[in-house]
């Protein structure tokens, strides 16, 4: 099992950065997948990002894609998520989670969850 403790979410207008971050605990981190997921209220968890183990590629939902970027630290155990030109839409609780397997944008794919942090992008 795979501790993972999120950190970094805010209050920020539209067009603001955030950097979110991951710490991983309990497992050899470079053999994890890890993944970004939002939820905003009343919707379905969803998909932003994704770091393939052993360095297979990143991948990202269209509709952050070029805003933002998800980067891995396997020294640290950690993974972030830099958001840049935020919008109101962007307005959810993101979370991080981690696989050992390959990438998946499913979110039922995924076994281990952080708690989540709160963006919140204002108009």
């Known amino acids: 099992q795979v501790q993972l403790v999120e950190s970094g979410g805010g209050s920020v207008q539209a067009g603001g950065s955030l950097r979110l971050s991951c710490a991983a605990s309990?497992?050899?981190?470079?053999?994890?997948?890890m993944a970004w997921f939002r939820q905003a209220p009343g919707k379905e968890r969803e998909f932003v990002a994704a770091?393939?183990?052993?360095?297979?590629?990143?991948y990202y939902a269209d509709s952050v894609k070029g805003r933002f970027t998800l980067s891995r630290d396997n020294a640290k155990n950690a993974v972030y998520l830099q958001m840049t030109t935020l919008k109101p839409e962007d307005t959810a609780v993101y979370y991080c989670?981690?696989?050992?397997?390959?990438?998946?944008?499913?979110?039922?794919?995924?076994?281990?969850w952080g708690q989540g942090t709160q963006v919140t992008v204002s108009s």
């Open positions: 770091s393939n183990r052993y360095g297979g590629g990143t």
């Open positions: 309990g497992r050899i981190f470079s053999s994890l997948t």
């Open positions: 989670a981690a696989r050992a397997s390959a990438v998946s944008r499913t979110q039922y794919d995924y076994a281990d």
